[in-house]
């Protein structure tokens, strides 16, 4: 397990997943959870799951942390695919729950290799699929 900058500890289990996630494309989705002191897994999203499911994923009132796998073509008919990582920070949520979350993110960030871009979301509409579009190109 590694230790964050907050205390907070990663389970093997979340990078594990990931691993499965970025090689064997196992996965379409992963969310996390802080629970205790330790990030842990808390859904996975089949393959076949879409970004919709992704999205529907998320509480409206709590952080977490996710991964996404986003398939996609493009302009020139080529077949890509990137890594999202995802830091879900509804306004909505507890004030100390979105310290513990933005303290810890960095760390835990850290331990995924291979991860091509980044978002910061506190809404739906900054997850919108057309967010995810314009930032894989």
């Avoid at 330790?38 to 499911?53: A, C, L, P, Y």
């Avoid at 909505?92 to 993110?105: D, H, Q």
């Avoid at 991860?115 to 739906?124: G, I, N, Y």
């Amino acid at each position: 397990m590694a230790n964050s900058a907050s205390g907070i500890a990663v389970s093997d289990e979340c990078k594990l997943k990931f691993m499965e996630l970025k090689a064997k494309r196992n996965y379409r989705y992963i969310v996390f959870k802080i629970e205790g002191q330790q990030v842990v897994v808390e859904k996975v999203g089949e393959q076949g799951e879409t970004h919709e499911d992704f999205a529907n994923s998320l509480p409206s009132n709590e952080c977490r942390y996710a991964v996404f796998d986003y398939d996609f073509t493009t302009d020139e008919n080529v077949q890509k695919s990137k890594i999202f990582f995802v830091a879900w920070s509804p306004e909505t949520a507890r004030v100390r729950s979105k310290m513990l979350y933005a303290s810890s993110k960095d760390r835990f960030r850290r331990e995924f290799d291979g991860v091509q871009v980044e978002l910061q979301a506190t809404d739906p509409s900054e997850m919108s699929l057309d967010t995810f579009i314009g930032r894989a190109r």
